[in-house]
């Protein structure tokens, strides 16, 4: 019996030592994010197009599209891609089924999920090109579409996307980050004759 109590002491003992400790949980927190600097380089193809890419980022030929002038931007270090395709016009009329097609691909899908989709005109006198910016907010897979034309022979579209399923509160900084590059790029972009 003498056993029995002391093992059962020593039971309660180690319990009673092992509980009294206080369980404090970690603090939230995303990951570290080493941002890479902002520096920047010509693209170079034979398309009918330029602009300016960031060094840490890398333009890959879409090899199984038909058209020979689509691409993919691949930001490597943030796994998102800006995936970009250029549709030659050979009418003015071609215009409006390519802008309306932006639209829908921009619209159709994202109306449930979007909070609200920001259209702001792009116009470059000097460079002669027009354009489009969406800027979608909200539980959206694109967060940002665009496009850019000449209006008589070129059409450029660009389309953001994270390639994993992301929190949009969680990848802002990276979005914010990656934005102005997407954005120094149409800056630069331009159209060749």
Request: one cysteine or more.
């Amino acid at each position: 019996m003498k056993k029995y109590k002391l093992t059962t002491l020593g039971i309660v003992a180690v319990a009673f030592i092992g509980g009294c400790t206080s369980y404090i949980p970690k603090p939230k927190a995303y990951p570290r994010i080493d941002y890479p600097a902002k520096n920047y380089v010509a693209i170079e193809t034979e398309c009918p197009f330029t602009f300016e890419r960031p060094t840490y980022s890398k333009l890959i030929p879409i090899e199984a599209s038909t058209q020979n002038c689509w691409y993919n931007l691949a930001f490597t270090p943030f796994d998102a891609t800006l995936h970009l395709s250029y549709v030659p016009m050979s009418s003015p009329s071609d215009l409006d089924s390519l802008t309306e097609d932006a639209y829908k691909m921009v619209y159709k899908p994202h109306t449930q999920v979007a909070v609200e989709i920001i259209q702001s005109e792009i116009v470059d006198t000097t460079q002669g090109y027009y354009g489009m910016i969406y800027d979608l907010e909200g539980k959206t897979a694109t967060p940002f579409n665009f496009y850019l034309t000449d209006k008589k022979n070129h059409f450029f579209r660009g389309s953001f996307y994270f390639n994993s399923k992301t929190e949009s509160d969680s990848v802002q900084p990276i979005y914010d980050f990656l934005n102005k590059d997407i954005m120094h790029t149409i800056s630069t972009f331009k159209f060749k004759n």
